[in-house]
């Protein structure tokens, strides 16, 4: 076996690596700056579509991106109706949460990734074909964990408007993953996957850890707090950082008293669960550091889509060895993609000035 194209990926195993990739999307950098320019003017506290389609949420490499932009591209390639459905009432409670902030970050990524493509002359031709792949084995998966959660079968009919549904909220993270393997093809040989088990056997472990974070977001709104919040948030996530460099053993306490993780605050910031190095759920740029930090390490401040992190790294347990063959080179092909993805859109982030303004 000289190569090995990952192509046959399993659902339960795509989820996993899409949803890290993307929301996360958030997650391997901030945007370099936020807010918008003094010329202007304010986001709306409350958005109407009808009435505020041309309102600026965000610039990349000095052009404007206006809320009907995001609209006119999920319009045509994933949510048909959009601009209808936002100009309703029931639209109009989505464009006011954190999925429009969500989105907009998804398309900004988008768009840096499709002008990586025009830069290196890559055809985006079949980009529709791959995507419509990914969104069917990530909807076959949905829509078996439903069923098993529920233990009924949805009808046809439920199972199209659900499908709907999963298109318009998933279509941009599956679009950012799809443009990826367009821009790295997955395709490794047997080679290159023995030398990325080698440095990163450690991947198929799990991690115990425990956070301090320091919300950028509005909870009920999603969107950026002002610059002005954010800078003085940096300013206390420093002296937090200060705190604990003088006296590791005050991360609990610290956690308690200033985490805007109100769940895990009252454990000291520790999180219960174990996690994978493809945890969906978590940051991309959090995972990274707890893979790189010793037991009982603490990193310094790291930035994701939700806010200012100070991470520590309890425990890490190697529950099992991957020995490379047979279906084994699957499971290393999936996480090399996964690093490879990270790499290049860290890359592509820092190549391209991207300012979000929601």
């Known amino acids: 076996m000289d190569d090995i194209l990952l192509k046959n990926t399993g659902p339960a195993m795509l989820r996993t690596t899409l949803a890290t990739i993307t929301l996360v999307a958030a997650a391997c950098a901030q945007p370099k700056a936020a807010g918008g320019s003094a ?13 505020h389609r041309g309102v600026v949420l965000a610039r990349i490499d000095g052009r404007s991106i206006r809320l009907e932009d995001l609209a006119t591209h999920l319009e045509v390639h994933h949510a048909p109706g959009i601009k209808e459905r936002w100009g309703s009432e029931s639209g109009a409670r989505e464009i006011n949460s954190p999925a429009l ?62 499908l709907i549904r999963y298109r318009r909220e998933k279509g941009l993270e599956l ?52 610059l002005a919040e954010r ?14 460099d003088k006296d590791p053993s005050a991360f609990a ?10 769940v ?31 037991n009982k390490g603490v990193a310094g401040i790291v930035d994701s889509f939700y806010g200012y992190h100070l991470v520590k790294r309890i425990k890490f347990v190697q529950h099992k060895f991957v020995i490379p063959h047979g279906k084994s080179w699957q499971k290393i092909s999936v996480l090399k993609m996964l690093d490879d993805h990270e790499q290049f859109l860290i890359g592509t982030r820092s190549r391209h000035e991207r300012v979000l303004r929601l």
């Open 39 to 51: 010329t202007e003017p304010r986001i709306p506290r409350t958005l109407d579509y009808n009435e």
């Open 101 to 162: 902030a969500q989105l907009m970050y998804q398309y900004v990524d988008v768009l840096c990734l499709r002008a990586e493509a025009k830069a290196r002359g890559v055809k985006l031709a079949t980009l529709p074909a791959v995507v419509d792949e990914l969104l069917q084995r990530g909807f076959d998966d949905y829509v078996k964990r439903f069923e098993r959660i529920k233990k009924a079968k949805l009808t046809e009919h439920a199972r199209k408007i659900y």
């Open 175 to 226: 679009e950012v993953q799809g443009l990826l393997r367009l821009l790295v093809p997955p395709l490794y040989k047997t080679s290159e996957l023995r030398k990325f088990l080698f440095k990163h056997g450690d991947w198929f472990g799990q991690v115990k850890f425990a956070h301090i974070l320091l919300k950028t977001r509005d909870d009920v709104t999603g969107r950026l707090k002002s």
């Open 231 to 244: 800078a003085h948030l940096r300013k206390k996530a420093t002296e937090i950082q200060a705190e604990i």
């Open 253 to 262: 306490d610290l956690a308690r008293a200033h985490s805007d993780d109100k």
């Open 264 to 294: 895990t605050s009252k454990r000291g910031g520790e999180v219960l669960a174990w996690t994978n190095r493809s945890n969906p759920r978590l940051p991309a740029s959090v995972l990274r550091v707890l893979w790189q930090l010793p």
